[in-house]
């Protein structure tokens, strides 16, 4: 099977060369000097959001307080939300695999409960604010320790519609 | 489709060959895996060729079921000495008290001129030489797997005392792909692993199935619609539907004993409870009500009461309390964190997952807190539940880093195996004996 597609390939190959016209020579034109971009993604960007702001709040173990490092990483969301008013956002709750299913459920919408509240607080709109759990079934990172389960506990904002693409 | 498996095939009690009812030869279910009764059990004959391989499929699932149960020791065909020739003959018992089978099944397979197939059996008691029971079933040759399990019950309720589980499915949640990417689709499939297939597609990640006492419907937790929600699956048309039209998500959910509700958990912002909903109604009632998580209900057989874990103490503990959500009150103290209580098809045991020293256990108690007994504990060891005889529990297990597998244990803690899935397999739920 493999063979007889390398072999069609060839012969289409060839009958590419075949048919290709003689080149002829174009002046060229000097090269414009590059454009420097800002380096770091697009300003209101999806990307922007992700890396600039943060996008992922963690919690402790079968914890759904806000640590004051979440508090300013969600700080800084409600800000960026505040800029570009059109974003709407889903926050998903999810939990470490040290937990039953239904319970982890039930721990990840505290979570992501938790993180909209303080968005709201800060002044979003609620109406702009989706949540969802998903347990411990989506974890960030799927190996079974400690540093996996610290990351895998978390509020995660994403951005649903709005963004500067 | 499953119904028409069940009107596919009548069953005939041997009556006229029916024992004296004063057979001797018992195994106990609580002391049998210590010592595991040996049971013959022969190839069933057949008139041609094709019949021949339905006995021999026939027998080989019932010594498998017997063997599982771990109450039983199937003796190899080898050793027998005797070769049964009609089943209308008497078996020469001495032949088989040689080489120490304590019970004996055999059978025979006769094609119809209908193109159905009649199977017969007969139990008989080695040492009191007597037949203890004997069955007749018709059917179509495609629906020999099911007799052979129904025969299998007939042994086990004959030689035990108790109710048998072997024909039975299986609902649960396949897994494949890494951890990060998982596809969990529903599989359903016979007790012993055969006959598996899909009712969901890979679209939709779906979790905690259970059946209905009918066995015709199906619960579920799917993401199917964006956020998690309570799914409807009727086995007969293959249909699914949403459980009502809630603000928050639904999950965990569970039928009542009569079918005719479903209890589940509906969180909204955060705050987790229990609710029940009427099918025929629709209409819904609060159970729980505080600022806690409330989830996994599940009702006690006689409807009366609700098991469910709440963590209103501080840590996630167990919680009994009346089917219209009076008399809450705390049942487990032990040391550890508890969830996923299930109630016992009995009425006598509730069945749960314990978290303590990082490790995760499968136990029971009694529906009052006491009597806490650990049968089974790993890595994770999750989501128990049991065996329409209240005597095995199945289950799932992961190690650290690995994909989740299905296994069973006996109400002993003895008897401990894997269940063969062709995929990393999670949230088993057993049916009711099919009817």
Not at chain 2, 59 to 66: Q, W
Not at chain 2, 170 to 184: A, C, D, L
Not at chain 2, 329 to 340: D, E, H, L, M, P
Request: charged share 20%.
């Amino acid at each position: 099977m493999r063979k007889i597609v390398i072999a069609t390939a060839a012969v289409a190959a060839l009958a590419a060369c075949a048919s290709r016209p003689e080149p002829t020579p174009t002046p060229t034109e000097p090269t414009p000097p590059p454009v420097t971009q800002p380096s770091g993604p697009v300003a209101g960007s999806a990307e922007d959001f992700r890396v600039s702001v943060g996008d992922r709040v963690f919690f402790g173990y079968d914890r759904f307080d806000l640590t004051s490092e979440a508090r300013s990483v969600l700080e800084r969301q409600a800000a960026w939300l505040q800029r570009y008013p059109n974003v709407r956002v889903l926050v998903a709750g999810n939990a470490d695999e040290r937990g039953t299913r239904e319970y982890n459920l039930a721990l990840g919408a505290r979570r992501a409960a938790a993180a909209k509240d303080y968005l709201v607080s800060l002044g979003v709109s609620a109406a702009r604010i989706e949540t969802v759990s998903y347990g411990k079934e989506r974890p960030l990172d799927p190996r079974s320790n400690e540093e996996a389960w610290s990351v895998n506990r978390n509020a995660h904002t994403q951005i649903v519609s709005g963004a500067v693409s | 489709m499953i119904r028409k498996i069940f009107a596919a095939f009548a069953v005939v009690i041997a009556a006229a060959l029916a024992a004296p009812a004063h057979a001797q030869v018992r195994v106990s279910v609580e002391e049998g895996h210590l010592n595991p009764m040996p049971i013959a059990v022969v190839d069933f004959l057949g008139a041609n060729p094709a019949a021949q391989q339905v006995g021999r499929d026939v027998a080989g699932v019932i010594r498998a079921n017997l063997d599982r149960s771990g109450l039983f020791r199937p003796i190899s065909s080898n050793a027998f000495i005797e070769r049964i020739g009609a089943l209308e003959v008497p078996p020469r018992f001495a032949d088989w008290k040689i080489i120490d089978a304590q019970g004996l099944v055999v059978g025979q397979v006769t094609p119809l001129p209908d193109g159905r197939i009649r199977i017969d059996f007969r139990l008989y008691d080695v040492f009191a030489e007597q037949q203890m029971t004997g069955f007749t079933y018709t059917t179509t040759p495609d629906n020999w797997r099911r007799i052979a399990h129904r025969i299998s019950d007939q042994i086990y309720e004959q030689l035990t005392g108790e109710r048998g589980y072997f024909d039975t499915r299986i609902v649960f949640v396949s897994e494949t792909g890494p951890r990060t990417r998982r596809v969990k689709r529903l599989m359903i499939m016979d007790q012993d692993g055969a006959n598996p297939f899909f009712l969901t597609s890979p679209d939709a990640m779906v979790l905690t199935p259970r059946f209905s006492p009918s066995t015709q419907m199906i619960t579920y937790m799917s993401f199917e619609t964006g956020a998690p929600r309570v799914f409807l699956y009727n086995l007969e048309t293959n249909r699914r539907e949403v459980l009502g039209d809630f603000p928050g998500m639904t999950f965990s959910p569970r039928f009542s004993p009569n079918g005719r509700s479903i209890v589940f958990t509906l969180d909204m912002n955060g705050n987790s409870e229990i609710f029940s909903m009427d099918l025929a109604t629709r209409s819904r009632q609060r159970l729980t009500n505080n600022a806690s998580i409330d989830t996994s209900p599940s009702y006690s057989p006689d409807g009366a009461q609700i098991v469910f874990t709440s963590d209103r103490g501080g840590s996630p503990q167990l919680y009994v309390m009346n089917a219209d959500g009076s008399g809450q009150r705390r049942i487990s103290f032990g040391a550890g964190r508890y969830s996923t209580p299930v109630w016992s098809p009995r009425g006598d045991l509730i069945a749960f997952t314990r978290e303590g020293g990082g490790r995760f256990a499968i136990g029971v108690m009694r529906p009052d807190g006491s009597g806490e007994r650990i049968l089974t504990e790993s890595y994770l060891d999750e989501a128990p539940t049991w065996s329409p005889n209240g005597r095995v529990i199945m289950f799932f297990r992961e190690s650290r880093g690995a994909g989740p597998r299905l296994w069973s244990v006996d109400l002993t803690g003895r008897n401990l195996r894997e269940i063969p899935t062709q995929t990393d397999a999670s949230d088993p739920a057993w049916s009711p004996l099919l009817p």
